[in-house]
């Protein structure tokens, strides 16, 4: 069964990337930059990213003009981008561009991941959403060592204790590993 997946890395102060969108802070940490295998997901067929997490990775690795290095963290898995306007793709990459609610993207999510996960990148907003939509079992967090001023937010939305169970914590380097599982709201 498809279980959708936030795994992400985080400042102690919540934040996912400074005020400018960029992850500099991540990969200044010692193993930020070369994260521990165990610290990555497995099993996940399509990633999920947000206008911004997408642009980023696009303009850090110059994929555009280098798109053999696409595949260095996507592999040939399926990427969907929510944007509300038109994005450029790395030659050979599979990015299916998405407009509009999480819930109307959803049946095309579950049938390009098959019988594998779909793990959702970023950015926190979207993380959000699927939250909301129902669609959202896990939140894996690698919290460095690291505290911003501001930046874009880890997950922006009021998510109360009873819709998160500990089920992991552990120290992974310089990092805190966190692992909730996302229990469905009371009826």
Not at 78 to 105: C, I, N, W, Y
Not at 110 to 121: H, K, L, M, Q, Y
């Given at each position: 069964?498809?279980r959708f997946?936030?795994?992400?890395?985080t400042t102690?102060?919540?934040?996912?990337?400074?005020?400018?969108?960029?992850?500099?802070?991540?990969?200044?940490?010692?193993?930020?930059?070369?994260?521990?295998?165990?610290?990555?997901?497995?099993?996940?067929?399509?990633?999920?990213?947000?206008?911004?997490?997408?642009?980023?990775?696009?303009?850090?690795?110059?994929?555009?003009?280098?798109?053999?290095?696409?595949?260095?963290?996507?592999?040939?898995?399926?990427?969907?981008?929510?944007?509300?306007?038109?994005?450029?793709?790395?030659?050979?990459?599979?990015?299916?561009?998405?407009?509009?609610?999480v819930a109307?993207?959803?049946?095309?999510?579950?049938?390009?991941?098959?019988?594998?996960?779909?793990?959702?990148?970023?950015?926190?907003?979207?993380?959000?959403?699927?939250?909301?939509?129902?669609?959202?079992?896990?939140?894996?967090?690698?919290?460095?060592?690291?505290?911003?001023?501001?930046?874009?937010?880890?997950?922006?939305?009021?998510?109360?204790?009873?819709?998160?169970?500990?089920?992991?914590?552990?120290?992974?380097?310089?990092?805190?590993?966190?692992?909730?599982?996302?229990?469905?709201?009371?009826?």
């Amino acid at each position: 069964m498809t279980r959708f997946l936030f795994d992400t890395a985080t400042t102690i102060t919540g934040h996912l990337a400074d005020d400018e969108h960029s992850l500099a802070w991540l990969f200044a940490v010692p193993g930020g930059a070369e994260p521990d295998p165990s610290l990555l997901p497995q099993g996940h067929t399509v990633l999920v990213e947000g206008s911004s997490t997408y642009e980023w990775l696009l303009r850090e690795g110059d994929l555009l003009a280098h798109p053999e290095r696409w595949a260095e963290f996507h592999g040939d898995r399926p990427v969907f981008v929510f944007s509300t306007r038109a994005l450029p793709a790395p030659e050979g990459a599979d990015v299916r561009l998405v407009r509009g609610p999480v819930a109307d993207a959803l049946p095309a999510i579950r049938e390009a991941a098959g019988e594998g996960d779909v793990w959702i990148v970023g950015g926190g907003d979207l993380v959000g959403q699927f939250l909301e939509a129902g669609a959202l079992d896990e939140i894996r967090l690698s919290v460095a060592p690291v505290a911003l001023p501001g930046g874009a937010p880890l997950l922006p939305r009021r998510v109360g204790s009873d819709r998160l169970r500990l089920v992991e914590a552990r120290q992974a380097g310089q990092f805190a590993r966190l692992v909730y599982e996302v229990v469905p709201p009371a009826s």
